[in-house]
């Protein structure tokens, strides 16, 4: 076993498979273009090696809390500052997406948490999703006056339905992890101690099958047409991301939703 580590994504082999960590536990693996950053580079990393198949999943409590709402609220004074950011987080996140749904062999999300917000891309981005029985997806958007991104209209109507798509994000739905099951989201849930566990059974799985078959099943699946769709999309998203973060009315929305933890710092 070797290991690699960069601060914000560690990336470890395990029998041929490369595990891609998203290690910012204390932020909740919140997106930042650090760690995106960090996510592109440990993907590629990855693909160059031969990797026979790439996990993700995050450290900590959650998988990932999404954008990270504090540093979108303090930025949010000055408007170019705001859109600068803005653009650079959701732009690094669709690459991510991308950069995901083009690598060559099969990828698995180990949903160890919550996933909310854009996060919910790496998460669709994946062919088989492990899920703790106490994690959850749940968007956010509406309550935070963003748009949705990272997949939430580009990738999630296509698994789940239109009409179910919109009302879990119009409603700011929480689907826990028996939800995703039964939705189709997710592959199996189990207890958090068997995480682990159980994705090695599928690695274990997918080792006795024939490496060019799978390669070809996913190159397939994920074919250049249907990525250059699902990429129109994201950049649709960001361009509605860009529209709406700058408004009056999503500052407010993000000034309210960090003060109770702002408060709990003693005013910090």
């Known amino acids: 076993m070797s290991a690699a580590a960069d601060g914000a994504v560690h990336l470890d082999w395990r029998e041929g498979a490369a595990w891609l ?10 997106l930042v273009p650090e760690l995106l950053a960090a996510l592109r580079a440990r993907i590629e990393e990855a693909r160059q090696a031969g990797a026979a198949a790439l996990v993700l999943t995050g450290r900590g409590r959650a998988f990932s809390a999404g954008g990270d709402v504090a540093r979108f609220a303090a930025l949010s004074r000055d408007s170019s500052d705001l859109l600068h950011f803005a653009r650079e987080i959701v732009g690094a ?17 180990a949903v160890n948490g ?18 703790s029985e106490e994690a959850f997806l749940q968007p956010y958007y509406a309550q935070m006056g963003f748009a949705p991104d990272g ?15 919109l009302e879990v994000q119009y409603l700011n739905r929480r689907l826990t992890a028996a939800d995703c099951l039964r939705l189709g989201l997710a592959s199996e849930t189990c207890p958090p101690a068997e995480l682990e566990e159980r994705v090695h ?16 099943t996913r190159a397939n699946v994920w074919s250049e047409e249907r990525r250059a769709v699902v990429s129109r999309a994201l950049e649709r998203e ?14 407010e929305r993000m000034q309210a939703f960090v003060a109770p933890a702002t408060a709990g710092r003693g005013g910090r």
């Not at 960590?21 to 919140?30: E, F, I």
């Not at 996140?93 to 999300?109: G, H, K």
């Not at 919550?114 to 999703?129: E, K, N, Q, W, Y």
């Not at 274990?204 to 390669?215: E, H, K």
């Open 114 to 131: 919550p996933v909310t917000g854009g996060s919910a891309g790496l998460m669709l981005a994946a062919d088989m999703v492990v899920m």
């Open 93 to 109: 996140l669709n690459a991510a997406v991308l950069d995901l749904l083009d690598f060559p062999m099969p990828v698995i999300a």
């Open 238 to 251: 960001l361009r509605g991301f860009l529209a709406l973060i700058a408004r009056p009315q999503t500052r």
């Open 151 to 165: 997949g939430w209209t580009a990738l999630l109507p296509e698994r789940i339905g239109t009409a179910r798509a």
């Open 201 to 216: 059974a599928r690695l274990a799985v997918l080792a006795g099958m024939d490496p060019g078959t799978l390669a070809m």
């Open 21 to 30: 960590t998203l290690d910012r536990p204390g932020r909740g693996n919140a």
